[in-house]
């Protein structure tokens, strides 16, 4: 048995406006400080003024939110008792209010100890709303938490089920603001989950819509976006496409680009998007080398969404090939070298590079599964930007 999950979506112009229409008395909003400095969390407080619903923000969450940080949002929102916890911001606030929803359930435990087996029943007490101001993690439509123990200097893959929000609210004044690099590295992150999600080996007829959809959406309006920010249909569109990419990977998995990005990005601290992007055709080519069934899938992909025609494999070079035109029209890199790795060190950390691949779930969802030896050669091939060809 398979089971979908998605949050009530508010979407469209003045979608703000729903926060008025809210049963409810207090609400505890988890975000950062620059969401408060650039007004964003006003447009939040503004609408439940309206109604009365008092409100408390908590302000500290800071990008990959630590396990600290968490503590100290679950002591703020056990002493104001709200009845809905709203993440506002990007995917580290987004997932700040689902860890700190899942401790005012359970204020004894740890926020490491959180399980995506436990069943916390918090909506006993509060329900949850996401409210992004990037488009990017698709955080609004998933149950996952990434969360980091700065002691132990690792990432926290945690989550709950029960975690996906309640409602997610998508007004395309919350991510008008968003500078290029960031609308680049997050969308790179919406056509990996979207792509990924396509052909991992959890997808189903139910999750390949709003995958497909939402590369689709990608290929046609995140280089206007990166280009002109003010392009506000872009900026919806990209929006809709983050949220649609969520539902697409929080339900079937990301696959090899997430692992592999991953990797890469804890041990050199690179962006997640930019990452997990770069990656992304390099993935899509050790895929195809192997499996008939995943380039059939990928060349569905380029007939929907780049016109593509020819046998499937044509059409899968070819979208592997829009995938790098895209990075490359918005500045992101094709390589790790353009990452701005310097070689040496990138040598030095292969065994860990491949021994943090081999431990995340996403190597295992896809139609060819890499060993130790493989994962290196595409690390290797990726550094200085060769096609796979293994
Ligand atoms: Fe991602």
Redesign the pocket.
């Known amino acids: 048995m398979w089971t979908f999950s998605a949050p009530l979506i508010a979407y469209g112009d003045h979608a703000l406006e729903y926060l008025a229409q809210i049963q409810g008395k207090k609400a505890f909003i988890v975000t950062d400080k620059n969401i408060v400095k650039l007004g964003l969390a006003k447009l939040v407080t503004d609408q439940l003024d309206t109604v009365d619903i008092k409100w408390e923000i908590f302000d500290e969450v800071e990008p990959e939110p630590s396990l600290i940080t968490i503590k100290k949002g679950g002591v703020a929102v056990a002493k104001f008792q709200p009845d809905w916890v709203i993440g506002v911001g990007g995917g580290s606030a987004m997932d700040a209010a689902k860890a700190i929803i899942l401790l005012f359930a359970r204020p004894d435990l740890e926020p490491d100890a959180l399980s995506i087996t436990e069943t916390y029943n918090f909506r006993a007490k509060a329900r949850l709303m996401a409210i992004p101001t990037t488009s990017g ?1 698709g955080s609004e439509a998933t149950w996952a938490i990434v969360l980091t123990d700065t002691v132990l200097n690792r990432k926290l893959g945690l989550g709950a089920t029960e975690c996906m929000p309640d409602v997610a609210i998508l007004d395309a004044d919350m991510v008008a603001g968003m500078p290029p690099l960031i609308t680049a590295d997050t969308g790179m ?1 919406v056509l ?2 979207a792509i990924e999600g396509y052909v991992s080996t959890w997808g189903t007829t139910i999750t390949e819509g709003p995958g497909l959809v939402a590369a689709r959406r990608v290929f046609e309006y995140l280089a206007r976006a990166y280009k002109d920010g003010k392009d506000i249909q872009a900026r919806k569109e990209m929006m809709y496409a983050a949220t649609l990419g969520g539902m697409s990977f929080g339900n079937a998995m ?1 696959g090899l680009g ?1 692992s592999t990005g991953h990797a890469l990005g804890a041990i050199f601290h690179v962006p ?2 930019r990452t ?1 992007g770069m990656f992304l055709p390099y993935t899509m080519e050790y895929l195809m080398n192997d499996s008939a069934e995943t380039t059939a899938k990928y060349a569905e992909i380029a007939r929907f969404c780049c016109g593509a025609s020819g046998s499937d494999t044509e059409c899968a070079s070819k979208l592997v090939g829009e995938v790098r035109a895209l990075a490359k029209a918005i500045g992101q890199p094709l390589s790790i070298k353009e990452c701005g790795i310097d070689k040496a060190k990138f040598d030095a950390e292969i065994p860990a590079l491949v021994d943090r691949a081999l431990n995340e779930v996403m190597t295992i969802t896809v139609t060819r599964v890499p060993g130790e030896e493989d994962l290196a050669k595409i690390f290797e091939y990726a550094y200085t930007g060769k096609r796979i060809d293994f």
């Open positions: 993690t992150d990996c989950h990301a997430h997640h998007g997990v």
